[in-house]
Nanobody, 130 residues
């Protein structure tokens, strides 16, 4: 059974920073995989934030472009999402998903954005105050 656990959420003032972590465990890790962060604000649909692919690429959404860094050292280490210059619109529940296979970061962004995976965490909540 694959387990995905997000952490690092909390309350932060506008302009501040947070680093979210996503730890996946419970299986012999795939040789090729991709991982993504999505978020869902109250009353809104879930949207993609950023993606990391084991092929070496990353993507990020226009809404966070220039403000985030997504990183993952190897298949057994957590996926990190650093968000800087936080804005009120970053307030949301942040979810991490894992997909096995060879996908470019952009393709992974599309697939996980559609929910194409059974491997999701319960989310970590981020609140940005003025």
């Amino acid at each position: 059974q694959v387990q995905v656990v997000e952490s690092g959420g909390g309350s932060v003032q506008a302009g501040g920073s947070l680093r979210l972590s996503c730890a996946a465990s419970g299986y012999s890790f795939y040789s090729w995989y991709c991982m993504a962060w999505l978020r869902q604000a109250p009353g809104k649909e879930r949207e993609g934030v950023a993606t990391f692919s084991s092929t070496g690429g990353t993507t990020d959404a226009d809404s966070v472009k220039g403000r985030i860094t997504i990183s993952n050292d190897n298949a057994m280490s957590p996926l990190y999402l650093q968000i800087n210059s936080m804005k009120h619109k970053d307030t949301a529940m942040y979810y991490c998903g894992v997909l096995s296979g060879v996908y470019s970061a952009a393709n992974c962004f599309t697939r996980l954005g559609k929910g194409e995976s059974d491997n999701w965490g319960q989310g970590t909540e981020v609140t940005v105050s003025s």
